[in-house]
């Protein structure tokens, strides 16, 4: 399973309503219209900015190669695991996919031993930004390179720029790349940024240089969304499309801590300038729409507390993260049927900050601490829970299976910080 050691077995493979896993899968039959095959492999590799890595590709390079579809396309993606001796799986963060394409060792599949492969095929549906990556020990495969980036687009791609952040040994980098890059756009264009945050923590990233707006979060858009010049609180998971035209006068930069992005016509002087100390806050952010949903009559509630007790795992003492006072796998599973709608109150007393990312579904942000949004409808799949905080968040059960619910600082999810929600 993700949270051992080696290939799980699947002797306990998951039923729902007389289903299993297998059955809930996607398209089996016709040609896709993308389709990939990532070979995964453990090796010593050079970044894009030439310094050296020991960790893990995915055809050669971390991150691996960008998947581009559109909406209504057929994805199919092989997954050859040459040499991770763990084992490797690929699931797609963010994408709602049908659950056996979710790609969880122990809970969807076995992970890929050395010498096997897996194919993955699924339906682009929401257009969106999104990432994938290894689901098998995933605290060390993750940080060690076995991710990349998937962008699924409904319209053309002009002037898109992506920007995944991941650190690799203490080495903060922009797609593979550490320190300042630049990206050619002409004065006076509008362009799309799609930031990524592939790292454990939350980071602050904005644009320096020019009035910005959120559009989308999480692969869903924002309604109504007004310029702002505050930085972005990026969720480990999370993702940010931003938009922004080139001025006249000169270039953008966004930043991302110690690794920035410039962004206009060639040569031009980067900003100057620190990110702003103001923070963007989507509760309040936007226009309000209707949320396809309704709060007030829910099938199921159910109540979220993360704490942190004394513990042993694996005969090791520590302090292990808690769900309700039970730690992974002694956490009950949230049971939902089909077509509920449910309401989640997830509060934290557990001393840290938690991003909790669950699998299959989009949940709405009703209120944080007792206060209701009031902007536009605020999607998201991974939610930045601080020490202290309770958030009530909503969602409709329309994706049947097995589907983890976890800290996205990954550590925390091997140390007992997950559950599962699941299907009757
Ligand atoms: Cu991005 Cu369960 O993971
Ligand atoms: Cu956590």
Known sequence: ???????????????????????LTGPTTGTPDVAV???????????????????????????????????????????????VPAGATLHWHGIDVPNAEDGVAGVTQDAVRVGGKHVYRFKAEQAGTYWYHSHQVSSEEVRDGLFGTIVISSGG????????????????????????????????SRFRLRVINTDNAILRVGLVGTPYEVVAVDGR?????????????????????????VPASGALRLDAGSASMILGPGGSEA?????????????????PAALGLDPAHVDRSFEYRIGRRPGFLDGVPGLWWTINGHKFPDVPMFMVAEGDVVRMKISN??????????????????????????????????LEVADGETYEIAFVADNPGIWMDHCHNLPHASEGLMTHLAYE
Do not use: C
């Not at 010593?44 to 310094?51: P, V």
């Not at 900003?271 to 226009?287: I, N, R």
């Not at 007393?349 to 902007?375: D, E, I, K």
């Open 221 to 245: 858009d924002i309604h109504g969304p007004t310029p702002v010049t505050a930085a972005f609180p990026l969720a480990a998971g999370a993702r940010v499309d931003l938009e922004a035209t």
């Open 349 to 382: 007393s557990s001393g840290q900050s938690h991003p909790m990312h669950l699998h299959g579904h989009h949940a709405v942000v009703l209120s944080r601490n007792g206060v209701g949004a009031t902007g536009s409808p605020w999607w998201v799949d991974t």
């Open 157 to 188: 791609t002009a002037n898109e720029v992506i920007a995944a952040i991941h650190t690799y040994d203490g080495k903060r980098t922009l797609n593979g790349r550490t320190g300042e890059q630049q990206v050619e756009l002409p004065a006076g």
């Open 37 to 83: 095959t990532l070979t995964a492999r453990e090796q010593k590799f050079t970044l894009a900015s030439g310094e050296s890595v020991d960790g893990y590709t995915l055809n050669g390079s971390s991150p691996g190669p960008l998947i581009r579809a559109r909406v209504g396309e057929l994805v199919q993606v092989t997954l050859v695991n040459e040499s």
């Open 1 to 23: 399973a993700d949270y051992g050691g080696g290939p799980a077995s699947s002797d306990h493979a998951m039923h729902h309503g007389g289903k299993s896993v297998a059955d």
């Open 271 to 287: 900003p100057g300038g620190a990110l702003s100390g103001e923070t963007v806050d989507l509760l309040s952010y936007g226009t």
